[in-house]
């Protein structure tokens, strides 16, 4: 498992810290403020009060050696941005910042995060996308225009191969694997059958899925 440093503890770095250490991860969590870490401190392998924009305290305590260093500090936006300059600065391998606003996700670019991620406007995105395509479960964007889409196979496609249903060429859309209710299966052949309780893996354009969602309910 990875070594991983979360710094800032308000909601959003609590909740990542606690759910990567959940999941076997080494976690070292920091904040400039003593409650936070007496408040994590059971849930992750060290809590340690420092200051990230402070450059020789993230070199004294290793943090260009760990894995993965997540930025993810609220409403203090220099502290944010002298923080990941600080992480570049002692050549952290892989540097993840939590942005404000898509000028903070440039300059947070700029001074040396390699992944940028924006938690309300992410979340802002998929409950949007739940609420316009009512049929989808989850949303996945990664890019201006396509995305991944968890689908639940409507009554009209059971018993229809994917072959039959020409996703692909219809609506621009490709199953990439199928869930079912004790198993994956990746990479579906095009005969692959589909049946009650299948929920497809999607990987298509946006307006293809909407498209997919109008004509299903004129049916």
Known sequence: MAQIAVIGLGNFGYY????LSRKGHEVIALDVRKDP?????????????AD????????????????????AIGTNMLASILTTFNLQQIRAKLIYAKALSE?????????????VVFPEKDMALTIAQRIHNPNMIDYLPFHEDYAI?????????????????DLINRYSLQVIAIK?????????????????DDILIILGLQRGMEKLSRDLERH
């Not at 079912?180 to 009650?196: D, N, T």
Request: with cysteine.
């Open 149 to 165: 889409f968890e689908f639940p196979a409507p009554l009209s496609f059971y018993g229809k191969t994917l072959q039959e249903l």
């Open 103 to 115: 000028e903070h996700a440039q300059i947070l670019k700029y001074v040396g995060a390699h992944h």
């Open 37 to 49: 870490i007496q408040k994590i401190r059971q849930e992750v392998s060290e809590a340690i009060v």
């Open 52 to 71: 990230g924009t402070n450059l020789e305290t993230l070199k004294s305590l290793g943090l260009q050696d760990l894995d993965v260093n997540i930025v």
């Open 180 to 196: 079912k209710p004790s198993r994956f299966v990746f990479i579906p052949r095009a005969k692959y059958l589909i049946e009650k």
């Open 16 to 19: 990542l810290a606690c759910e």
